[in-house]
């Protein structure tokens, strides 16, 4: 099936892809639901706004973003050949900016006045808090009152940025705290407000939403090859948190003949609460308003997760991943947390590019292909830049010494 079918068969008018996705919520929720998904599917496909948003993407955030040929690091493992779509040079750091300027500019279509969003590490409240100054909307991010002690410069941000970081203090105070506040603020305010998901996830239409915002990065970056090479890659990668960098990334490349890997934190190991790897070791369920693949403790519910990097501990993972898994067209493969931080010091030491953690994952994988394959080509999102991982990094690993040799 080609790019552009897939794209108008997947979701289904009820949000599925396959049995996946769907729209599980309160009664009160439904309408705001409904008001979100006939605004997009109308003021998202106008001209307006298709141009209203190439202009931003060109004068704001600085898209397109290159692809780049890591020589250096690729002759350091034999003959295969790594490239790099280099979303860490996206404004503010990360991709996440490409499916906030698109909440923001529809709920500035809309003509609402303002946005918000949960947000556990503060990088989709960063991300959020520069549309809503772009586009002169009030923004409220809801945070535990334990991550806002551990994420400090993404809060400092955040507020100078304009928005309000409200503390949330209620139960264990981190993410699933701050989504429940969301939520009622939202239940609360939708004729004013509209609710910014941060990845592919949550119920019909955000999967939808955020993946159509996402999928510049995979067109850019196939196109850019093509100029570069000739030729298509053989292998194409990038980390899995919520999915969203990652589905932008495969969908362009859904009809070539190119290996799809989506690649999952494995953190300290295997054992459930050590890792996030949902697609790996989850099995199917419903959680915040979507069916999916998700990691569940004995009694069903949602399981403890953890990774070194902390926009990929996410307990479930987009409904489109799963899906594409059981169509047998995307594969997942994982990292650890020590893979991961030694590709974030390769790549910095040999290319000059201090990759997030996140991405880091991605690398890791990329590296351990490379040497395998011995030749062909890998192309990997390299979904944001480390500056935020430095002080982490530093405490725990220092600079790098122990990472310097292959
Ligand atoms: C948030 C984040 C991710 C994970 O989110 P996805 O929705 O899986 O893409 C990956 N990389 C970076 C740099 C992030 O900030």
């Not at 109308?42 to 202009?55: D, G, K, V």
């Not at 093509?226 to 990038?238: H, N, Q, R, S, Y």
């Amino acid at each position: 099936m080609d790019y552009s079918t897939y794209l108008k068969k997947y979701p289904t008018e009820d949000g599925r892809f396959g049995r996946f996705g769907g729209a599980y919520l309160p009664p009160q929720l439904v309408p705001a639901m409904e008001e979100i998904t006939q605004a997009y599917l109308t003021i998202c496909h106008s001209s307006q706004f298709i141009n209203e948003l190439r202009r931003i993407r060109r004068e704001f955030q600085g898209r397109p973003t290159p692809v780049y040929h890591c020589e250096n690091l690729s002759r350091k493992l034999g003959n295969c050949q790594i490239y790099l779509k280099r979303e860490d040079l996206n404004h503010s750091g990360a991709h996440k900016l490409n499916h906030c300027m698109g909440e923001g500019l529809l709920a500035k279509f809309m003509g609402k006045k303002r946005i918000i969003a949960e947000t556990g590490a503060g990088q989709h409240g960063v991300a959020l808090a520069t549309a809503a100054a772009f586009f002169g909307l009030e923004c409220t991010i809801y945070m535990g009152e334990v991550d806002i002690k551990k994420q400090a410069p993404n809060v400092a941000r955040m507020k100078i940025l304009g928005a309000n970081v409200v503390s949330v203090d209620k139960g264990a105070k981190t993410l699933k705290e701050a989504v429940d506040a969301a939520f009622e603020d939202y239940l609360e305010n939708y004729k004013e407000t509209i609710y910014c998901i941060g990845s592919v996830v949550g119920p019909h239409p955000f999967p939808m939403m955020v993946r159509d915002f996402q999928y510049v990065v995979g067109e850019e970056a196939r196109e850019q090859f093509k100029e570069m090479t000739g030729l298509l890659p053989d292998v194409i990668t990038a980390c899995v948190g919520g999915g969203s960098n990652s589905i932008g990334f495969f969908l362009p490349f859904i009809n070539d003949p190119v290996e799809i890997v989506g690649v999952e934190p494995l953190g300290r190991g295997k054992s459930l609460g050590d890792h996030a790897a949902s697609m790996s070791y989850g099995s199917e369920g419903i959680m915040h308003g979507f069916n999916s693949i998700m990691l569940k403790n004995p009694d069903g519910e949602p399981a403890p997760v953890y990774s070194i990097a902390s926009g990929l501990d996410y307990p479930s993972v987009g409904p489109e991943h799963a899906f594409l898994r059981e169509i047998g067209r995307v594969k997942y493969e994982t990292a650890t947390d020590l893979e991961a931080v030694d590709a974030f010091f390769k790549l910095s030491r040999y290319e000059g590019i201090i990759p997030a953690l996140e991405s880091s994952h991605a690398v890791a994988y990329a590296m351990k292909l490379a040497k395998k394959m011995g030749k062909g080509s890998v192309l990997v999102n390299l979904s944001g830049r480390g500056d935020k991982d430095l002080d982490y990094v530093i405490e725990h690993y220092g600079y790098g010494e122990k990472f310097k040799d292959f």
